[in-house]
């Protein structure tokens, strides 16, 4: 719906209700924006403005988006391409995603004992199909490796 007359409000206004629904990155907010109004230079005014006050922040954004990933389950390889491809600046994807290595060795963890309901796999080829499905989830190598490693001690203690 391109409107041929509009203000700096109504784009305000719009990207306003955009960000009551849910937080938005910097680059999906004005790509939505854009798809609505046809002039940039007022949609990165309006959206300059609002992060001056706050009210949109890629930090933010970051953090809920990850929490939100990381709840349905997928790894961290998958959620820093998909930050990447939303636009998030490499420090927030390390702050995110890259530091938080011991929460990652836990999710993979359950996400594995939920989907195999913690049965070590029996041969070779049933262990390269969970790693299969874990890779599929987004999950990093190393992190697949330690659920393996956990499972096959003695005791399986993680």
Do not use: Y
């Not at 391109?2 to 206004?13: A, H, K, P, W």
């Not at 290595?101 to 796999?121: I, M, Q």
Request: hydrophobic share 40%; proline share 1%.
């Amino acid at each position: 719906m391109q409107q041929s007359s509009f203000t700096l409000s109504d784009i305000r206004f719009s990207a306003m209700n955009f960000l009551a629904l849910r937080e938005h990155s910097v680059k999906e907010l004005k790509e939505k924006l854009g798809r609505k109004f046809s002039s940039s230079e007022l949609i990165d005014k309006a959206v300059s403005g609002l992060v001056e006050q706050n009210l949109q922040s890629d930090e933010r954004f970051c953090q809920a988006f990850v929490s939100m990933r990381q709840r349905q389950g997928k790894g961290s390889v998958v959620i820093k391409m998909e930050l990447r491809e939303k636009g998030v600046a490499p420090e927030l994807i390390a702050q995110f995603v890259d530091d938080a290595d011991s929460l990652w060795f836990e999710l993979v963890r359950d996400v594995w004992s939920r989907k195999f309901r913690g049965a070590t796999p029996a041969d070779a080829r049933e262990r390269a199909k969970q790693m299969r499905f874990l890779h599929s989830r987004g999950f990093a190598s190393k992190h697949i490796q330690a659920v393996f490693v956990a499972a096959s001690d003695v005791d399986g203690d993680f």
